[in-house]
């Protein structure tokens, strides 16, 4: 049989994935805003509240490559059915969580919402033609970055208006809607043409302990000591097991990544890209959002009140849907490859405009817009430049793969935010401006060194003969 044996997708099949994409962004967008808030719930520092970015985006990090190998299998819609269950459960358990240990277990659960944007992408490629699949991969690429300036006003005007729990509780009903949407228009029962294959367990298990460990080292070694036994056993313990993941799926028959397939060179331009974005990414929101709810005796806040302080991210939103239409526009004239290196560079403005002037509304909003143009840019770019250099059976692995590297990159921002703001701790539960700077600092030099990386491949692709093979149709 031939792609064409599959059923045609039903009437609402790509904007029911669309809204599932969604879900990412809704549960996302219940992390940063609601630090502040949290921390004072329960008692603890700013700092410390972090955690609850740093653990969800830790599972994303270990689950994705997990379901994006799922996902290239016969059951997909299953396994995104699945996984939205796994959120929902995590959403009512952080509403009535009655401590921050049960909260952060929530929070953990939630962290399979990095692993459904590369399900819907492997669905959409798997039941759409290449011409409708291209724009529809694009789309569901960014739909994170788009969603998540629209959750973060909801997200506040819920949290003003009815305390934190009820945004986790508006996020535990989407998560259902969305269930529903999907169990209702995306084709049921398994797909004859998907491989079936074996999971990597050892992979799985190899890559979740060496994952975990990075980014508990990352978060952790601090407040241990860099050269304490813990921090350094943390460490070997990390490089032991992802050392021992390179070599095993190398060997291996059906790796859970096919290495092979990650390094080929646009494959691996949008996963280093993914890194270094991701990282300045969550940097930038995560430290944005505390300066637009710190009192104004801080030296830095804006004491904006919760419920305008989503409104704060809105023009993420806006940045990210006008960067992702205009690279539907321009990728029929203009290589994919071209956007990373001008996605990084926007991003780098925006890095400097929040470092240089952070204590502004119009500034901290240009910035938002900038980062959401750049992030929207770039993410718009990674897929397609991955989905034209891998097998339909290998996508959903490759895709995950880069969204594992995202979420990583996040997570390395979060620690970082979270280490820079405890190693300048003042009076109140926030830092003091210089933490704040240089918090912002540390984007610059993230989307710096993305933008030099990428900008000098470019140069040199181009004087050795222009786009690569995989770019000419």
Known sequence: MTSTDRAPAPRW??????????????????????????????????????????????????????????ADGPHTRRLLLASLAVIFTGSVIATVATDFTIFLIGR???????GTVPVTIALARRHLSYSESQPAISTLSVTVSVGMGLG?????????????????????????????????FVPAGPDPLAPRTPLDLPGAVLLGVGLATLLLWISEAQGWGWTSPRALGTLAVAVT???????????????????????????????ATAIGLGTALYIGLSIASLVAQAPTDTGFGLAVPLMWAGFMMAPLSVGSFLANRAVRALSRRVDMAVFLPVGAAVMTVASLLLWWAHG????????????????GSGYAAMPALIARSVAVDQLG???????????????????????????????????????ITMAFGVGVLCCAAVMVALTGHAVTRRRRGGASPGARR
């Open 13 to 70: 099949f790509l904007q029911t994935l669309v809204y599932a994409g969604l879900t990412s962004a809704i549960v996302s967008s219940l992390g940063m805003l609601l630090v502040p808030s949290v921390a004072g719930e329960f008692g603890i520092t700013v700092s410390a509240a972090q955690w609850m970015l740093t653990v969800n985006l830790l599972v994303g990090a270990v689950a994705t490559p997990i379901m994006g190998r799922l």
């Open 108 to 114: 953990a659960l939630q962290g399979l919402l990095y």
């Open 152 to 184: 973060y006003p909801l997200t506040g005007l819920l949290a003003a208006g009815f305390g934190h729990r009820s945004a986790f509780a508006f996020a535990a009903l989407f998560v259902a809607t969305a269930a529903a949407g999907v169990w209702r």
């Open 241 to 271: 097991a992802l050392t021992a993941w390179g070599v095993h799926s190398v060997r291996t028959r059906h790796p859970l990544i096919n290495l092979r397939v990650v390094r080929r060179p646009e494959v691996l331009l949008a996963n």
């Open 360 to 375: 502004d509304f119009l500034t901290l909003a240009v910035g938002m817009f900038l980062f959401g143009a750049g992030i």
């Open 397 to 435: 692995s490759a895709v995950s793969f880069n969204q594992v590297l995202r979420t990583v990159g996040g997570a390395v921002g979060a620690a970082l935010s979270a280490a820079v703001l405890a190693a300048h701790p003042s009076e109140s539960t926030y830092s003091t401006d210089e933490g």
